[in-house]
């Protein structure tokens, strides 16, 4: 069944390598010419803003969660199409995780794999089923995936933990998945 919505986690903030930025604009476009609404972290900044600038552009559906304390400093995104300002990142978690059918990884810091890591054990412990899916943008999540997969041989991750966790190397082969 295909998936019509996506929670997009990635980085709030502007980096160097064009080449992250550059896949979070092709990422949003390609959702965007596909019907698939876009739930994200609600900021206009960084790769985040890049993925909604571009899918706005393209006539997408764009919903952002962002907790009260960040609107000011993720700057919260005023084209969009719905915004909800929260209380909390674990409420921000909490309706990206309920307003999305699948999840997908862009480049990202610490936030990012906060994110990443909870959507990754709710679907361990049966809270949520649903896959997730690792753009790997110039092999980003290649280290992460091998690390994940060496805790699962000593097994401390059981095997279908790891199974719903897809590594991609580019928006077209997630665009495969997602169909």
């Given at each position: 069944?295909?998936?019509?919505?996506?929670?997009v986690?990635?980085a709030?903030?502007?980096v160097e390598?064009l080449v992250?930025?550059?896949?979070a604009?092709?990422?949003?476009?390609?959702?965007?010419?596909?019907?698939?609404?876009?739930?994200?972290?609600?900021?206009?900044?960084g790769?985040?803003?890049?993925?909604?600038?571009?899918?706005?552009a393209n006539g997408?559906?764009?919903?952002?969660?962002?907790?009260?304390?960040l609107?000011?400093?993720?700057?919260?995104?005023?084209?969009i199409?719905?915004?909800?300002v929260?209380g909390t990142?674990?409420?921000?978690k909490?309706?990206?995780?309920?307003?999305?059918?699948?999840?997908v990884?862009?480049?990202?810091?610490?936030?990012t794999?906060?994110?990443?890591?909870e959507?990754?054990?709710?679907?361990?412990i049966?809270?949520?089923?649903?896959?997730?899916?690792?753009?790997?943008?110039?092999?980003f999540?290649t280290?992460l995936?091998a690390?994940?997969?060496?805790?699962?041989e000593?097994?401390f991750?059981?095997?279908?933990?790891?199974?719903?966790?897809?590594?991609?190397?580019?928006?077209?082969?997630?665009m495969?998945?997602?169909?």
């Amino acid at each position: 069944m295909p998936v019509k919505s996506l929670t997009v986690y990635c980085a709030a903030r502007n980096v160097e390598n064009l080449v992250y930025a550059r896949a979070a604009t092709e990422l949003g476009a390609e959702l965007a010419k596909r019907n698939i609404t876009i739930v994200y972290g609600g900021g206009s900044v960084g790769l985040m803003g890049a993925v909604a600038d571009a899918a706005i552009a393209n006539g997408g559906r764009v919903i952002g969660v962002i907790p009260e304390a960040l609107v000011d400093k993720e700057h919260a995104h005023a084209g969009i199409t719905e915004t909800h300002v929260v209380g909390t990142m674990h409420d921000r978690k909490a309706m990206l995780s309920g307003l999305a059918e699948a999840f997908v990884c862009l480049p990202g810091g610490v936030g990012t794999m906060d994110e990443l890591f909870e959507a990754v054990t709710w679907n361990q412990i049966g809270i949520q089923d649903k896959p997730v899916y690792l753009l790997d943008v110039e092999g980003f999540w290649t280290p992460l995936k091998a690390f994940l997969e060496r805790v699962g041989e000593i097994g401390f991750v059981p095997q279908t933990t790891l199974d719903r966790i897809h590594l991609v190397p580019d928006v077209g082969t997630l665009m495969e998945h997602l169909a």
